[in-house]
Structures are given as structure tokens and as C-alpha cells.
């Protein structure tokens, strides 16, 4: 069987459709992986064929230009965190939408091809973003995969801490919303460049959508229960779990950089701080970073992620600067990006984003994870955490960890310093004992 695998996104949203090719390749059959340029090198050493769709929302030049405006206005104290936080999910819901259509060319064409050659797909199998675009192509043998709890419910944006029936009220008011804003424009052009009729309303879309069997690669048993009837609203459900590239994968791909092994050998685990493809205040949140790091006494390897976190952000004339940069340069190990499988076992604790491939390699390293969730279902998983017994808290990133609360932020940086003390192993391990008894808990740091 030929089986074409669409995704796009992040590092984080793309590695589990490349175990999925793995899987299927390792089954017998036949798997492409269509997704954005920057994961081609990802493919290759996992040896996994590959086809670019084309560009990614990160080389959209317009991204980086709202980024920039709506980042220096937050930093001269023109807006809010919060108001920051809304023009950029403003600006990621219009460069969605704008890439949306070209993916789908490219998929047209790539489906045209393998026709003509006489060896057409027997399957699809797409992320949540990407199934919007080959759905109408493929649309009677297709399946959604969710590497996260999204699945056309409020859960994964709302949280638990709501009453069900209000959760879907506003989850179907937003539906609604973001079906008008952009998605209806970019299915129907989808659809219409397939030759198939255009839908009117979201709930056409969603009921389509949910026609094809569903597979659900997330942890269970560590998210939020979502409103009545669960994944019955769904059709040939499958739980299959967290999906990660296996060990053999793994060893393929280069060792940690020299200079890295050299810092982790040099002293205690550090703490892994990383927020991957949230678009943050780089400079302020480098300072708080640091500043919380260095009260508690600790170390940590700073992951620069979409945000460019690092010293380089800082200005060495600032009051207080050059104490953080001289502290920085015995305890702080910084990088531009680096595997999470391999790196954090090593480490004694974890402050991140939560998003789900972070989220679930922190807890497959079975160390402590202080959560600043930013959007989505990252807030899920971050109750989530605190319920299962593996995170003390979680200090929301857009609220907390910016200049109108910095409090919030340093205590989540402190807290996964101060946590090197207490190694994460019996974290996870009482994890395992509570995590189904608790996993509705949880409360903000």
C-alpha cells in the first residue's frame, strides 16, 4: 500500500507523522512524508522518503515583520502581554491562511504525478492543519491523525477548569469565528481546485473531517477530559499514544554537540529552558530567565528557539547586564536547538512551553516539567502536568512571564532550578500511581 503523510508545523508537530512513516515502512508499505523544507533533513536521517510542499509560516516574511512590530511596541510598554499575545495569534492565523492554498498545489501536484506514473496513494494520512488541504483531495480514503487534543473540542484551548457546556458554547463560537475569518476562503479554494463542491458552514467541514478513521497520538491518560460524548463524536477511533521516532531512528542522528557533553560533564544536571516555536519578548525573557537561574543557584542549557532566546539579546550597558552575561558564561549553555530524547534525561528538570512533543519527551526523560504554557493545548497539558504529579505549577507565558507579571516567570525558572535537588525519577514514578486518580488537578503556579 502507498500511504502519503502530510504535515506541517513545528519540529515538535512533524517528528510523530515520521515515526508514522517508519511504522508503515516497517509494515511493508510504502510511505512519502509531504511537509515544509525545513523537516527534509529530518526525513533523510530517518530514513524516510520526503517531498517539499513548500515554504513554512516561518519564512513568511510578514511574520517576522508583525512579530517584530507587535514584540518592540510590548517591550517600550505600548501594549500588554495580552495584547501582544492577540496580534500575534492575529498574525499566525493570517500566514496560515495564506499558505494554506499553495500546500495544496503542491499536493495536487504531487498526487498528479504519482497518478501518471501509474503508483497513486492508498492512503492519507494528515495532521489537523493539513488535513484542511488534502481532504477534498483524497477525501473517501483519507485518516486524521491528532498528535494533540484538538480534535474539533474545546478542551485543548479552554482547560478543565469550566463547566462542559460552557466549553462548548465557546468552542463552537470560535469555530465559527476562525470559519469565517480564514478557513472557509482557503477549504473552498482546496475544494474547488479538486473539483469538489464548496461547503457553507463549519459544521460541514468538521463533519467530513470526522468521517475518516481517527488516530489519537497523545497521552490519554495525562489530558483533561473533554465534554461529553468524548471521541464517540469521532468515527473508528484509535488510541494509539505518543509517537516518536524509536531508538534506531535515534541512533542515526549526531551525537550532542561536543561542547554541550563538555558542560553537561562539568557540573550538576542543569535545567532545560526552551519555549520552541513561541514568538516571545527575546530580550526580556532572556533576562528573566537568567536572573531566576542565577538567584537559585543552578545551571541550564537555554534553547533559542523561533525566539532567538539568548546573551546575545542583552546589552552589556544595562544596569545589571554584565553580571548576568559574566554568569552566563560559566552556567548557562546556550543553543539554537537540540534533541530532547537525548539531551533531557540529562537534565534535572524542565521549564518549556508544553507543547506535545516537549511535553511528552520530558516525560519519557521522567524529569520534573515547570510549564509557561502560551496558546492551544498547551494549557491542557500543563494542568495536565500538575495533576499527574510530575510539575509543582505552571505559570501561564503570555500572563505571567512577561514584563506586566515578571514574578510569574522567574518563579517558574526558579523553581526547575531549585528542582536539581530532587531528581526527577520518583516524579515520574509517583506519576505512574497518581496520574490517573489526579490528572483533572491542578492549579496555576
Same mark, same amino acid.
Given at each position: 500500500m502507498r500511504v502519503l503523510i502530510f504535515c506541517v508545523g513545528t519540529r515538535g508537530d512533524v517528528e510523530p507523522f515520521i515515526a508514522l512513516a517508519r511504522a508503515a515502512e516497517a509494515a511493508g508499505h510504502d510511505a512519502l512524508v509531504c511537509s515544509t523544507h525545513e523537516h527534509e533533513d529530518l526525513c533523510a536521517r530517518s530514513k524516510v522518503s520526503f517531498a517539499s510542499v513548500g515554504e513554512s509560516i516561518a519564512d513568511d516574511p510578514e511574520m517576522f515583520k508583525i512579530a517584530s512590530t507587535s514584540l518592540a511596541a510590548f517591550e517600550a510598554g505600548k501594549i500588554t502581554a495580552a495584547e501582544m499575545q492577540k496580534q500575534q495569534m492575529a498574525m499566525l492565523t493570517t500566514v496560515l491562511g495564506r499558505v494554506s492554498l499553495p500546500h495544496s498545489r503542491a499536493l495536487m501536484a504531487i498526487l498528479d504525478a504519482a497518478a501518471s506514473e501509474g503508483k497513486p496513494f492508498d492512503l492519507a494520512i494528515a495532521t489537523i492543519l493539513g488535513h484542511r488541504s488534502i481532504q477534498p483531495h483524497l477525501e473517501a480514503r483519507n485518516l486524521v491523525f491528532y498528535h494533540l487534543p484538538m480534535q474539533?473540542? =474545546?478542551?485543548?484551548?479552554?482547560?478543565? %477548569?469550566?463547566? *462542559? *457546556?460552557?466549553?462548548? =458554547?465557546?468552542?463552537? =463560537?470560535?469555530?465559527?469565528?476562525? *470559519?469565517?475569518?480564514?478557513?472557509?476562503? %482557503?477549504? %473552498?479554494?482546496?475544494?474547488?481546485?479538486?473539483g469538489l463542491d464548496t461547503l457553507s458552514y463549519v459544521s460541514e467541514y468538521y463533519a467530513r473531517m470526522h468521517r475518516a478513521p481517527t488516530i489519537l497520538g497523545y497521552l490519554e491518560e495525562l489530558t483533561p477530559t473533554p465534554y461529553p460524548p468524548k471521541t464517540n463524536e469521532l468515527r473508528d477511533v484509535r488510541a494509539q499514544g505518543v509517537l516518536m521516532l524509536d531508538d534506531h531512528a535515534r541512533s542515526k542522528r549526531e551525537a550532542l554537540p561536543a561542547d554541550l557533553e563538555a558542560f553537561l560533564a562539568a557540573g550538576p544536571p542543569p535545567v532545560y529552558i526552551g519555549f520552541g516555536s513561541m514568538r516571545l519578548a527575546a530580550r526580556h525573557v532572556t533576562m528573566v530567565v537568567l536572573q531566576a537561574v542565577k538567584q537559585a543557584g543552578g545551571r541550564c542549557v537555554l534553547a533559542a528557539g523561533w525566539a532567538e532566546l539568548g546573551t546575545h539579546q542583552l546589552d552589556p550597558a544595562s544596569d545589571g547586564t554584565a553580571e548576568l552575561l559574566s554568569f552566563a558564561k560559566s552556567s548557562v549553555f546556550e543553543i539554537s536547538s537540540v534533541d530532547h530524547r537525548m539531551l533531557l534525561p540529562r537534565c534535572a528538570s524542565a521549564v518549556c512551553h508544553a507543547g506535545a512533543g516537549t511535553f511528552a519527551a520530558v516525560l519519557l526523560a521522567g524529569i520534573p516539567i515547570i510549564a509557561c504554557p502560551f496558546a492551544f493545548d498547551q494549557f491542557g497539558f500543563a494542568r495536565a502536568g500538575v495533576g499527574a504529579g510530575v510539575s509543582p505549577g505552571f505559570a501561564p507565558l503570555g500572563r505571567r512571564a512577561c514584563r506586566s507579571h515578571p514574578q510569574g516567570g522567574r518563579r517558574a525558572a526558579a523553581d526547575g532550578a531549585q528542582s536539581q535537588a530532587h531528581p526527577g525519577g520518583h516524579v515520574a514514578a509517583r506519576s505512574n500511581r497518581q496520574g490517573r486518580r489526579r490528572r483533572h488537578g491542578g492549579r496555576p503556579a
Open positions: 474539533g473540542r =474545546a478542551e485543548g484551548f479552554l482547560g478543565s %477548569n469550566l463547566m *462542559w *457546556w460552557y466549553r462548548k =458554547a465557546i468552542w463552537g =463560537a470560535f469555530q465559527r469565528l476562525v *470559519w469565517g475569518a480564514f478557513l472557509e476562503k %482557503n477549504v %473552498n479554494e482546496s475544494r474547488t481546485l479538486a
